[in-house]
């Protein structure tokens, strides 16, 4: 295994942190400042559109893509993203800055691998542009939607249009004025084969019938403006041709979504966690206790320690799923993708407690990010699947392939 970098990924590292320091950390406390206040709950920050238009001048725009799509990507592989990705995750509002932040990215690739022409002219070129965001619609309220087939929504054809009815919610992206679009995951066939009743079709956010219930917080953050929303779909009607690759291939598109949706999040919560680890360390040179630095104390030198050992960890293991992932593609790379997708998030909670724990009441406040980055790791326990459905599939790979012997 050959993990270093490629010398187009290290160049683009070096831009991406110039970038960061150029336009964003100026900006930062502005932005964050915004955020805060109550009364800018669903509005845009004002000078993000300008921003974006320096990334895309910039060559740092639609990272993510892992292959040549237009102009409009650089076609990296996993492997050289996954450093970027990391960058971005440190300050994870600025992943829409570079077009590289979901639910977008793995909506734009579903459009890029299995959409037609007419649905990647009407909605991957805009989303690619930066011109709309998006929403993905799958996880129910009135069932456990970690099993996938228990999903409820029904897409039924009527002459020339589908009929969709449900309810969805942790529709991520679904409250931005900005979401123009939604794919919606339902049953079209309830008789078939369990992996082949459900569809993926495009349903345009101003689509009559659909309607946003409320936003949902997660552990008290809103993360706005793209948010998370409850969202009631009532004979919502949609041309059949917004049907993506056909009836009953549900299943299909969200494997293949998934995969580098998953490992996108673990990238991001690797450069949490570095982000925590920083903050902890130059914390330890500001701060004493009983004529003591911090930096002095033996269990927090431990901390520090143990913290870095398993950010390493989860590093080189999120570069070797990426790595097998280029090498021999999605499928092959999933026990790897599991593997990742559980220790990520647990990683990236107990380094940011532990940081939490060293700034003290500062930890906790308004003045760093590490609550917020606390939330979003805890949620990624179960975003894309939870823990424990990734080991329970992993663990019958496991048997499968070593009970043979």
Not at 8 to 15: F, G, H, I, P, V
Not at 25 to 43: D, G, I, M
């Amino acid at each position: 295994m050959n993990f270093e970098y490629s010398n187009r990924s290290l160049e683009l590292q070096a831009k991406l942190n110039a970038f960061i320091e150029e336009h964003i950390v100026p900006v930062e406390a502005a932005f964050y400042a915004f955020q805060q206040n109550p009364e800018n709950l669903w509005k845009r920050w004002p000078k993000t559109e300008e921003l974006k238009q320096k990334a895309k001048e910039a060559g740092l725009w639609n990272l993510f893509l892992p292959k040549e799509y237009g102009n409009l990507s650089p076609g990296l592989t996993n492997l050289e993203y996954a450093p970027l990705a990391e960058i971005m995750g440190k300050r994870i509002w600025i992943s829409e800055i570079f077009n590289c932040s979901a639910p977008d990215t793995g909506n734009m690739e579903v459009l890029a691998k299995y959409g037609t022409e007419a649905q990647k002219q009407e909605w991957l070129q805009p989303l690619m542009n930066g011109d709309i965001r998006s929403a993905f619609l799958m996880t129910e309220p009135e069932v456990a939607s970690s099993d996938a087939t228990n999903i409820e929504t029904s897409i039924v054809l009527d002459g020339d249009e589908y009929v969709i009815n449900g309810r969805k919610w942790w529709s991520s992206g679904g409250m931005d004025s900005h979401c123009k679009v939604a794919i919606v995951m339902g049953k079209t066939n309830p008789e078939a084969h369990r992996h082949q009743q459900q569809s993926m079709i495009l349903v345009p956010m101003n689509t009559p019938g659909l309607e946003i219930v409320r936003p949902l917080s997660v552990l008290g953050f809103y993360d706005s403006p793209e948010g998370h929303a409850e969202i009631q779909l009532n004979n919502v009607r949609v041309p059949k041709e917004n049907l993506i690759l056909g009836e009953g291939r549900g299943f299909e598109i969200a494997q293949g979504r998934l995969g580098p949706g998953r490992i996108h999040h673990c990238m991001r919560l690797v450069g949490m966690a570095q982000y925590a680890l920083e903050l902890m360390s130059q914390r330890t040179l500001e701060r004493e206790t009983f004529g003591k630095k911090f930096y002095e104390y033996s269990s927090i030198r431990q901390d520090i320690a143990q913290s870095q050992c398993e950010i390493e960890q989860a590093r080189l293991l999120t570069l070797s799923a990426a790595d097998k992932m280029d090498k021999q593609g999605n499928k092959e790379a999933k026990d790897l993708i599991a593997m990742i997708k559980i220790v990520a998030p647990n990683m990236a909670l107990k380094v940011i407690d532990r940081a939490i724990q060293i700034l003290g009441g500062k930890g906790v406040g308004p003045d760093t990010q590490l609550a917020h980055y606390y939330a979003i790791a805890r949620m990624l326990r179960l975003a894309d699947g939870p823990d424990e459905v990734h080991m329970y599939q992993l663990g019958k790979s496991l048997i499968r392939k070593y009970g043979k012997a």
